[in-house]
Nanobody
Framework: QVHLAESGGGSVLPGGSLRLSCTASGYTECKAWFREFPGKEREAVATLNTLGEAVYADSGKGRFTISVDIVKNAHYLQLDTLQPEDSAIYYC?????????????????WGQGTQVSVSS
């Protein structure tokens, strides 16, 4: 079992930035970030496999960056140029295995979620 602990959410003005952190208690090959809007299914924001290949949802391309610190067993999501439509609960996730599926149901380990609110 791997435990994930998130931090870094908050409230920002449109155009602002946040950095979300996720620290894991063990190693997993695939790291990801998802977000959830009220009443909607959890959706992928970004994934990062063990080869360092990142995939982003169209909504975040050019604005969001996923990264990893292997020594710290942590992965991060840098959120730049945030807009009100990015307001959601963000979850880090991880799974063992070489692939990083886009569907949230394939992930075994989850952070507790952190709220990101963007408004003026």
């Amino acid at each position: 079992q791997v435990h994930l602990a998130e931090s870094g959410g908050g409230s920002v003005l449109p155009g602002g930035s946040l950095r979300l952190s996720c620290t894991a208690s063990g190693y997993t090959e695939c790291k990801a970030w998802f977000r959830e809007f009220p009443g909607k299914e959890r959706e992928a924001v970004a994934t990062l496999n063990t080869l360092g290949e990142a995939v982003y949802a169209d909504s975040g391309k050019g604005r969001f960056t996923i990264s990893v610190d292997i020594v710290k067993n942590a992965h991060y999501l840098q959120l730049d140029t945030l807009q009100p439509e990015d307001s959601a609960i963000y979850y880090c996730a991880a799974r063992r295995g070489w692939s990083c599926p886009w569907q949230w149901t394939f992930y075994d380990y989850w952070g507790q979620g952190t709220q990101v609110s963007v408004s003026s």
